[in-house]
């Protein structure tokens, strides 16, 4: 199984700063179609998780444009600028590459 | 507008067996490939089971294989995940998810299923 391993697991930030969540693979995710299945999530407190960033970077519909994605291979990066408070919540990268799906533990964003 | 309504919460003795529905809408629902995953309480999300959009293939995670069977009709717009053998680590929230060939871009709001003597 393709392990995903997310840092750093909880971060606290000021509104209107920015936040960065790293994601690693144990696996390129690169496709030989030329695709990258790696997404990102949102799980916002007592809510249903809800896509942010498919495919390294394009931004799902309805997403902030605060958001983005970025990477390759092995390694993704997601960042959020101007974090409001609306961004608290945990986030998770997934790889869609191969069955079993596989999760990060989840990065914790709290605000100060 | 998609949605994705789940049901057949409860709680159940370690053992027995549950069945899970989430009845789709707003989109073909007969186009695309569903998922089920799951969250324990206070943990992180599991994926735990894949149909094609057809059921021509079904794949599942090795913590469930051979106790839970993921299934469709998709004449009635409905995705199923029946829960046999039933053990307390299968406690957890569980979330149908529409799969749009690479990511999965909706899901349900989740049913809770509680597995304790």
């Known amino acids: 199984d393709i392990m995903m391993t997310q840092s750093p697991l909880s971060v606290a930030v000021t509104p209107g700063e920015s936040a960065s969540i790293s994601c690693r693979s144990s696996?390129?995710?690169?496709?030989?179609?030329?695709?990258?299945?790696l997404s990102w999530y949102l799980q916002r407190p007592e809510k249903s998780p809800q896509l942010l960033i498919y495919?390294?970077?394009n931004l799902a519909s309805g997403v902030s444009d605060r958001f983005s994605g970025s990477g390759s291979g092995t390694d993704f990066t997601l960042k959020i600028s101007k974090v409001e408070t609306e961004d608290v919540g945990i986030y998770y990268c997934?790889?869609?590459?191969?069955?079993?799906?596989?999760f990060g533990a989840g990065t914790k964003l709290e605000l100060k | 507008e998609v949605q994705l309504v789940e049901s057949g919460e409860g709680l159940v003795q370690p053992g027995s067996s549950m069945k899970l529905s989430c009845v789709a809408s707003?989109?073909?629902?007969?186009?695309?490939?569903m998922n089920w995953i799951r969250q324990a309480p206070k943990k992180g999300l599991e994926w735990i089971a894949l149909?094609?959009?057809?059921?021509?293939?079904?794949y599942y995670a090795d913590s469930v294989k051979g106790r839970f069977t993921i299934s469709r009709d998709n004449s009635k717009n409905t995705l199923y995940l029946e829960m046999n053998s039933l053990r307390s680590e299968d406690t957890a929230m569980y979330y149908c998810?529409?799969?749009?060939?690479?990511?999965?871009?909706?899901w349900g709001q989740g049913v809770m299923v509680t597995v304790s003597s």
């Open positions: 998810a529409k799969d749009n060939s690479g990511y999965l871009d909706y």
């Open positions: 707003g989109f073909t629902f007969s186009n695309y490939g």
């Open positions: 495919q390294i970077s």
């Open positions: 696996k390129s995710l690169l496709h030989s179609n030329g695709i990258t299945y």
């Open positions: 997934v790889q869609f590459l191969e069955v079993p799906y596989t």
């Open positions: 149909i094609y959009y057809d059921s021509s293939s079904k």
